[in-house]
C-alpha cells in the first residue's frame, strides 16, 4: 500500500460493562476513501476495555499496511484523554491496553487521537454493534 498517513474511526461496544463486546475500526486514506475495515466479538469485558482494543486493533492494521502516520478518532473521552496524557490510567485492567496503544505508536512516525462525538462516528458504532449481533442487515 502506499497510503502513508490514514485516518482511523474506531468504536468499542459493550453490553453491561462488563458484557458481551465487540470492536471495530475503519481505516480511510487521506481523502477520505475507505480502504479497510475490521470488527469482531472480544467476549466479554467493559466498555473501556473494548474502545482499548477498538484502538489497539486499528493501529495493528496500520502497521501492518506500512503506515507511517496515523489519525485516530475515538467517541471515548477518557480513553483519548489517557492516551494523550491528560488523564492518569487507574484501572489495573486498562493498564497493559495502555502499554500497548503506546508500543504501537513506536511503530509511527506520528500518532494524533482526537475525540469526537458518537454523532460523528456512527460508522464504526454501526460496525462494532454488528459484530455484537445488535444489528441484522
Known sequence: MNTEKVIIYVDGASRGNPGPAAIAAI??????RPIVSLARR????????AEY???????????SLGVRE??????????VKQIN???????PALKPLYQQVK?????LERLTISHISRRQNTKADRL???AL?????
Open 27 to 32: 481505516i480511510h486514506d487521506e481523502k477520505g
Open 42 to 49: 472480544i467476549g466479554t469485558t467493559t466498555n473501556n476495555e
Open 53 to 63: 482494543r477498538a484502538i489497539i486493533a486499528g493501529l495493528q492494521k496500520a502497521v
Open 70 to 79: 496515523v489519525e485516530l478518532k475515538s467517541d471515548s473521552e477518557l480513553v
Open 85 to 91: 496524557g491528560r488523564y492518569r490510567v487507574k484501572a
Open 103 to 107: 508500543k504501537l505508536q513506536g511503530f
Open 128 to 130: 462494532a454493534n454488528k
Open 133 to 137: 449481533g445488535l444489528i441484522v442487515d
